[in-house]
């Protein structure tokens, strides 16, 4: 079985002007690292001009879905049934998307398949992670 699920996504950025370009994005969950979502923008969609990918928690994307969620660099509430905005807020300024609720609701469906909710602490594996700390780098 996969460790990973990603899933593509269509973000639509809303900008000053009226129009709002459709961007690609992926949705990316790693059972190794189990309450975290990264969503990924290609270079093409970014001001810098290289891929940027934002890591936020898996509840709090879907606890953002149900009602405005997030006070720091991440901020997520729905805009009607179908649609769900994200925010990112960086020190360069925000960057406020729409995504496809269903597109969302299905990608958190294929997470809580491979780790359901609440169990995520029972993927980690504390002891192997502390002796890579603790070992020797000589």
Known sequence: ?????EQPVEARLVAAAPRMPSIPAT???DRRDPFAIRMT???P???EGVDVCWTFSRELL?????GAEGHGDVRIRPYGYDRTVLEFHA???TAVVHVRSEELRSFLAATSALVPIGLEDM???LDHDLAE???DPA
């Open 123 to 125: 993927q980690l594996d």
């Open 41 to 43: 923008f290609p270079a």
């Open 27 to 29: 949705l990316q969950y």
């Open 45 to 47: 969609a970014t001001l």
């Open 62 to 66: 879907a606890a953002g879905m149900q």
């Open 91 to 93: 020190p360069e300024g």
């Open 133 to 135: 700390l603790m070992r």
């Open 1 to 5: 079985m996969s460790t990973v699920i």
